[in-house]
Structure formats: structure tokens, C-alpha cells
């Protein structure tokens, strides 16, 4: 890629979890419901805390979301764990812009501290990682911090965030 975006609208989106935006064999992100977020509204391979890129993302939350009414019933709440996976997609997402081949798995985090819940109220969430280094050997790597705010107000933060992207070996 020569120039690449700098944002990328939910039509984006879908084609990236399609398989259409980075290639074949290449990062995808998961088709919705699972798709955790509407927007990218910035990425940059170049800024960010530790000067190694930076991607935010957003989601307008509508108390229709698929997940409000199972979890719980009588008591909606966003489960953490959506959260948590929206920044392990922007992380594979991420890497696949940066070029990197392979598909995208979620290998780990380090350390996860909710302090705040995503309720229907909410109108919209925005999630912010920060990359803290890119390995790129038999697998490309990749480790970041994450946040969630609701409405502006930090309630997630995910440390050493890992998501790495793998080849198919040749021949398979």
C-alpha cells in the first residue's frame, strides 16, 4: 500500500471482515454481530505513546445491540469480554493495514481493570490502542495498551494487549 487510509467508514469494515480489504489469507475482521465497533476514525503507523502507531475506533451504542438482552435480563450491561476483543480486532486490524500477511488470532493480555459499565445509556464508545511493538518474524506480532471510554470516560484499560497474524504453511 503507498498512501493508506486514515480512516475507514463500516462499509470498510464489512469488506475487511469480508476478506476483501487486506487479501486473501490476509487479516479479517469478524462479521457483525461480532463486529465490536462502526468506525475507525484514526490510525497512524507513526503515533501514539511509544511513537509506533495508534488506532481509534467507535461504536454508537442503541439499546437494540444484541447483547442487552441477554446480558442480563432486566439488568443490560455490555459483557467486558466485547470490549476487551473490540481492541484485540483494531490490534489484527492494525497489523494487516501495516501490511503484514497472515490471519489475525488474539494470543493474550496482560492485565485487564474494568471500572465502569456500558449500558444502554451510553451513547457512544470509543476505544483507543496504542501500539508498543511490532515483531516481525516467522509470524508478525503485535502488542499494544487499550482503553474503552463510554461517552468520553476511561472504563476499561487492557495492558500488553497480543494479537499475531499467521501464515498458512505452503502447500496447505
Given amino acids: 500500500m503507498s498512501e493508506r487510509p486514515s480512516s475507514f467508514d463500516y462499509e470498510d469494515l464489512l469488506a475487511c471482515a469480508r476478506g476483501e480489504l487486506f487479501g486473501n489469507g490476509n487479516a479479517q475482521l469478524p462479521l457483525p454481530p461480532m463486529l465490536m465497533f462502526d468506525r475507525i476514525s484514526h490510525i497512524t503507523e507513526d503515533g501514539g505513546e511509544h511513537g509506533l502507531g495508534r488506532i481509534v475506533a467507535?461504536?454508537?451504542?442503541?439499546?437494540?445491540?444484541?447483547?442487552?438482552?441477554?446480558?442480563?435480563?432486566?439488568?443490560?450491561?455490555?459483557?467486558?469480554?466485547?470490549?476487551?476483543?473490540?481492541?484485540?480486532?483494531?490490534l489484527g486490524f492494525f497489523l494487516g493495514w501495516?501490511?503484514?500477511?497472515?490471519?489475525g488470532r488474539a494470543l493474550s493480555v496482560g492485565e485487564v481493570k474494568f471500572s465502569g459499565m456500558v449500558e444502554p445509556k451510553v451513547s457512544k464508545l470509543e476505544y483507543v490502542v496504542e501500539l508498543k511493538k511490532i515483531i516481525r518474524r516467522k509470524f508478525t506480532l503485535g502488542i499494544g495498551d487499550g482503553v474503552l471510554k463510554a461517552d468520553g470516560e476511561t472504563i476499561y484499560t487492557a495492558k500488553d494487549l497480543r494479537v499475531g497474524l499467521f501464515q498458512e504453511p505452503a502447500g496447505a
Avoid: N, S, Y
Fill in 98 to 103: 501495516t501490511g503484514a500477511p497472515g490471519r
Fill in 58 to 90: 467507535e461504536l454508537q451504542i442503541r439499546p437494540d445491540l444484541w447483547f442487552f438482552p441477554c446480558h442480563f435480563k432486566g439488568d443490560p450491561v455490555m459483557p467486558g469480554c466485547l470490549g476487551l476483543d473490540a481492541l484485540w480486532q483494531m
